[in-house]
């Protein structure tokens, strides 16, 4: 019958429609239908708000237990001095403030409203950034990503790199966080250099994180995205026995997630943060 042949032809129409809109926006170009995605606020728990953060190294009988953990003083990052370190392809904004990565801007990677795609953000609505710093058992008030870094060096090494290095100095210890791009490279060498003056102190520990909500990326395209193809965020590990394995962040609320056993020294293995097709 006729009027089946015009709903199949009104059915296929709409399709190609859709995948060309849908083509459209992935090419950078804007949407037939109009409208930008929405951001959707993630509101934090006030109870965490003071929440101390800074790990803590594993306790041996041996040795007294560290001392209260200093506070991490809220809106610190905000406030204070920044700076700035650049490449041809990436922009990172270094925090004073623990000498933390907290903005990381790809200027020749565009969204669909031809801006610079940004990964790591300090904003109230969405945190993603890196951070280290220094703990031992019994003295807790070490250079760590509270500390307050100031300016050693910047400008160009020896091959033409940009580069910058921030220090902090507490009870003794001096950490030094050398930060180095290479042109064309989105590759970020940190280097941590530390001097101890107590030669009789507890050994000291590295660590070294990445932070981020539990926020997703939205989708882009008509009808909120329903026909747009989805894209994973999250933790993703990888280890040459057990391949890549990717870390739900409502996994990782409910404790289910899987961590990879112990990998042999020298074998491949990685853990990142996915977003939006960049690993960090």
Known sequence: MDYKKTILWAIFSMSGILLFNN?????????????????TAVVADKTTANKIDIPSPVQNPSIP???????????AIETAEKFVLKNDVLILEISANGGTIIDAMLPKQLTPEKKQVELFQYTPNHKYFARSGLIALGNVDL???????????????????????LVSERNGVKLEKTFILSAGSYVVDVGHRVTQSNANAA??????????????????GPFDGAFSASTFTGPATYTDKEKFNKLEFTAIDKNKITIPT??????????????????S
């Open 143 to 165: 250079p760590n990503h509270t500390s307050t870094f100031k300016l050693s060096q910047s400008g160009k090494d020896g091959s033409g790199n940009p580069f910058i290095v």
């Open 203 to 220: 050994p000291l520990v590295l660590y070294t994180e990445i932070v981020r909500d539990a926020s997703q990326e939205q989708k882009i």
């Open 65 to 75: 237990a560290p001392n209260q953990t200093p506070m991490v003083v809220a809106g």
């Open 262 to 279: 112990q990998v042999p020294a020298g074998d491949p293995a990685w853990i990142a943060m996915v977003q939006h097709y960049f690993a």
């Open 23 to 39: 083509w459209q926006v992935h090419e950078g170009k804007p949407s037939m239908f109009g409208g930008s995605p929405v951001n």
